[in-house]
């Protein structure tokens, strides 16, 4: 099959190349490499990539420490079953399906994949794959922060940095709808972007302060960094500053602080794809590439604004 590989951590994406792997025997999935109780296999139709997933250990060592390269990236994936391994509930062969792959595994950069059935949701015949793949890092990360970890509840305020990015955009719908008043951060550029994803008011973080935003109940923040450490002194008493940029490098005085590695759930996709159909969540897609231009997608000469999709078949 063909796939995006890496072998060279220190080249980054620049390192990605287009090959061919072995593909999975889907007519002896229970003797497959790699493939274990529960497992299926995926015809990908369309594939989502982290742009700092190069960084990441998993991308490189199994959970032994061991070298796993060359491997394949990419851990959001939107496609249909081809296989059964024993052990599988829920899930047909000839299924659409998405959802979110094993960070120590091969991904999704490829026309097959092997996941675990529990990590995968039922995608709706109406909800094109690319939509699928874009709604899963985006929509899970956004769905455990704002109320898994943030415990957002409806009348509370929530300050959403990059509310036009990726990530921001749909924890700023997401709030939204659950009855906060979102207040959106980011460039001066993105600030329509934000208004439409959202958020009720902007604060241009290269020109506005921080400071002038008073107290809130929740930041969503997807910087780190300084504009963490600024935004801890916001939240109000009983508040919670949560990130997904690593470890705080402040806390709230009277506040919790929280960060977190986004799980696959299968009931929150269930969740999100059903806003998705009612026309209550959008995702923020840019750039479409097929597989065989995808070194030149992940490589480009500007920064792209929001998702990068892999349509892996057409």
Known sequence: MKAIVVTDQ??????????????????????????NYGDV???????????????????????????????????EVAGTVTALSYGTAGL?????????????????????????????????????????????MSGLTAWQGLFEHGRLRAGQSVLVHGAAGVVGSMAAQLAREAGAYVIGTGRAAGRQAALDFGAQEFVDLESDSLDEVGAVDLVFDVFGGDIGRRSARLVRPGGTLMG???????????????????????????????????????????????????????????????????????
Not at 116 to 128: K, S, Y
């Open 92 to 136: 047909a062969v000839g299924q659409r399906v998405f959802g979110l792959t094993d960070w120590t595994r091969d991904g999704t950069l490829a026309e097959y994949v092997v996941v675990e059935a529990r990590n995968l949701a039922p995608l709706p015949g109406d909800v094109d794959f690319t939509t699928g793949a874009g709604l899963v």
């Open 10 to 35: 220190a080249a980054g994406r620049a390192g990605m190349t287009l090959a061919e792997r072995p593909g999975p025997d889907t007519e002896r999935l229970a003797d497959l490499a790699g493939a």
């Open 244 to 314: 997904i940029a690593g470890p705080p490098e402040a806390r709230p005085a009277e506040g919790l602080a929280v960060d977190f590695v986004v799980v696959p759930n299968r009931v929150q996709l269930d969740e999100i794809v059903r806003r998705t159909r009612e026309g209550r969540l959008r995702t923020n897609i840019g750039t479409v590439a097929a597989l065989d231009d995808a070194v030149a997608a992940f490589n480009p000469a500007e920064h792209p604004k929001g998702k990068t999709i892999i349509r892996v078949r057409p």
């Open 41 to 75: 296999v995926v015809e990908v139709h369309a594939s989502g990539f982290t742009w700092d997933e190069l960084s990441w250990p998993s991308t490189w060592i199994d959970r032994l420490g061991r070298d796993r390269t060359p491997s394949i990236p990419g851990h």
